[in-house]
């Protein structure tokens, strides 16, 4: 009976813990199109930086412009957790 109740206790714990970790995530990534839009700015960003460097300046302003944009998207993750 001892063993019995233990099993239940250690049981209860960990779906008691499941549930607060999930719970977490879930609050915590309540802007799913912010965070695929910074997950497409990071990939932008890696392929402008492993891009042929001979594009008449272009290939460099884009690469700004994708970095402006992360710290756009950055604050807005940041401002929109709290609302």
Same mark, same amino acid.
């Given at each position: 009976?001892?063993?019995?109740?233990?099993?239940?206790?250690?049981?209860?714990?960990?779906?008691m813990?499941?549930?607060?970790?999930?719970?977490?995530?879930? %609050?915590?990534?309540?802007?799913? *199109?912010?965070? &695929? /839009?910074?997950? +497409?700015?990071? =990939? !932008?960003?890696? $392929?402008?930086?492993?891009? %042929?460097?001979?594009?008449?300046g *272009?290939?460099? &302003? /884009?690469?700004? +412009?994708?970095? =402006? !944009?992360?710290? $756009?998207?950055?604050?807005?993750?940041?401002?929109?957790?709290?609302?």
């Amino acid at each position: 009976m001892q063993l019995k109740v233990k099993s239940i206790g250690l049981t209860g714990a960990a779906l008691m813990l499941g549930a607060a970790i999930g719970g977490c995530a879930v %609050a915590a990534y309540p802007q799913p *199109h912010m965070f &695929a /839009a910074r997950r +497409a700015l990071l =990939a !932008a960003r890696h $392929q402008l930086a492993i891009a %042929a460097h001979n594009k008449g300046g *272009h290939r460099l &302003a /884009a690469l700004n +412009a994708v970095n =402006a !944009a992360l710290v $756009q998207v950055n604050q807005g993750i940041r401002v929109g957790a709290y609302r």
